[in-house]
């Protein structure tokens, strides 16, 4: 069974940089993503990776944030530049096995992991 535990989060201001990290292990896994989630708010994608490490960003932060991960796949990473407030949120990291291509939706995930809080002040 694949466990994910992310790390890196904290609170920074606007304009400030972070790097979350997940660190997988169990089986090997294809795609990946990150997601976030703000109080009130519904889960929505960020990035991810597919099984070739092609990425995919949401709108709202592409040129701002980077999905990463390291050549054996035990660990993805989501550099945040350029912070804002409406960055603040919970961070998720999530895989899907066997997937080769990743999407951004939660749904498509079956792992997940307990979430990294990121708080960004104005």
């Known amino acids: 069974q694949v466990q994910l535990e992310e790390s890196g989060g904290g609170a920074v201001q606007a304009g400030g940089s972070l790097r979350l990290s997940c660190a997988v292990s169990?089986?090997?896994?294809?795609?990946m993503g990150w997601f976030r989630q703000a109080p009130g708010k519904e889960r929505e994608a960020v990035a991810c990776l597919d099984s070739l490490d092609r990425p995919q960003y949401a709108d709202s932060v592409k040129g701002r944030l980077t999905i990463s991960r390291t050549g054996d796949k035990k660990t993805l990473y989501l550099q945040m530049h350029s912070l804002k407030p409406e960055d603040t949120a919970t961070y998720y990291c999530?895989?899907?096995?066997?997937?080769?291509?990743?999407?951004?939706?939660?749904?498509?995930?079956?792992?997940w992991g307990q979430g990294t809080q990121v708080a960004v002040s104005s």
């Open positions: 999530a895989a899907d096995p066997p997937a080769i291509f990743c999407y951004l939706i939660p749904g498509y995930y079956s792992a």
């Open positions: 169990g089986p090997p896994v294809r795609s």
